[in-house]
């Protein structure tokens, strides 16, 4: 009787255990989620609402109808989609992208997912918003080397776009302009979002969206230090950092761009850029400005090295690699427009 007692005893012992052994690990995956909650916010599933330009149906299907125009470009070879292809994350999986002429630009394409909720266009932030970043490439030498002047003809040439540009536009005179042209794809690009992802389920409470190895490599993303430029909504986007805050990345990384400098030509903005969004990464190599790294668990170490001042060793970045995968949401599908017969007015292709 005594013996059954003790046994009995321990096995309620040992089952105690197990009790607060649980506990502690509900306790500690709970905390997890708390601050990963308070460092990050889900995609939402429908875009933000634009400052001075009110979203319509009509507005979007002519913003998507030009996101794929390649007539926008003096070759009409290149479309906005050429270098921010909706199939491939919204990037073009070139170290930078090629241009008219087959001229190379000075930096990476970031991708055009999610790029709403960024506090400004380009590496280097010298646009304000999605219609400032559209009218850029189109006038670059090195991408689509148009000019407003003969975009505008373009669009004028083909009775589709006039009529388009009306409904979009109404009780406006002249409609067809190059500035209604960024506006009515600024529209567009504003609906490229990527919800639902498995972190985003983890935001909203699923603990089982992620797996213990991922939940550590989100663990090891926030001690470390990441998300203090890494954070929010696109995790990125937010903020203007100096690439080599500690040390400074090899050379062949840096291309000798100094950044932000050029826009603002203030000492301090030496080497700085806009923090890229990390959603989606795993669909979007090459990574940094200058395209030079395709390892996502490279990057990683680099970022660890040249911004925090750590070395981390191959658990940890590949930990935070897999993690960084979970940021993956549902891609847009996009229908391809058929886009208008040009007509004999139309400007022929320079190449």
């Given amino acids: 009787m005594d013996n059954h007692s003790g046994i009995k005893g321990r096995r309620l012992f040992v089952f105690f255990l197990l009790f607060l052994f649980a506990g502690a690990l509900r306790a500690n995956a709970d905390d997890l989620m708390a601050r990963a909650q308070a460092l990050f916010k889900p995609i939402p599933a429908s875009p933000p609402a634009l400052a001075n330009n009110p979203v319509t149906p009509e507005k979007l299907k002519l913003g998507r109808m030009l996101y794929f125009e390649p007539r926008l470009s003096d070759s009409a070879l290149i479309s906005c989609n050429t270098c921010h292809n909706l199939g491939m994350g919204g990037a073009d999986f070139q170290e930078t992208s090629t241009g008219h002429g087959w001229k190379r630009g000075p930096r990476n394409a970031p991708t055009v997912f999610n790029a709403v909720f960024n506090i400004a266009q380009f590496w280097d932030g010298r646009a304000s918003t999605l219609m400032e970043q559209a009218k850029g490439p189109v006038q670059a030498s090195v991408e689509m080397n148009n000019t407003p002047g003969k975009v505008v003809r373009t669009l004028k040439s083909m009775p589709r776009y006039v009529e388009l540009f009306k409904k979009s536009f109404p009780g406006e005179a002249d409609p067809v302009t190059f500035n209604n042209m960024a506006r009515a794809i600024e529209v567009f690009e504003a609906t490229l979002l990527t919800p639902d992802s498995r972190f985003d389920r983890y935001l909203k409470g699923d603990s089982n969206s992620l797996s213990p190895y991922e939940k550590e490599g989100l663990s090891l993303f926030m001690g470390k230090g990441c998300a203090n430029c890494h954070g929010g909504i696109n995790m990125g ?38 923090a890229p969004s990390l959603r989606n990464i795993e669909l979007t190599p090459p990574y940094f400005h200058s395209g030079k790294v395709w390892s996502l668990k490279h990057a990683v170490a680099i970022m660890g090295s040249a911004q925090l001042g750590i070395k981390l060793n191959d658990a940890e970045t590949d930990r935070i690699a897999a993690f960084l995968k979970t940021t993956t949401g549902v891609q847009p599908r996009v229908e391809y427009p058929i886009l208008p017969a040009p007509a004999a007015t139309t400007p022929r292709p320079e190449l």
């Avoid at 400074?248 to 000492?267: Q, S, W």
């Fill in 237 to 274: 986007g937010t903020g203007y950092y100096t690439f080599g805050l500690v040390e400074r990345p090899p050379a062949e990384i840096m291309v000798g761009d100094v950044g932000r400098y050029k826009v603002t030509k203030t000492k301090s903005d030496e080497y700085a850029f806009k």
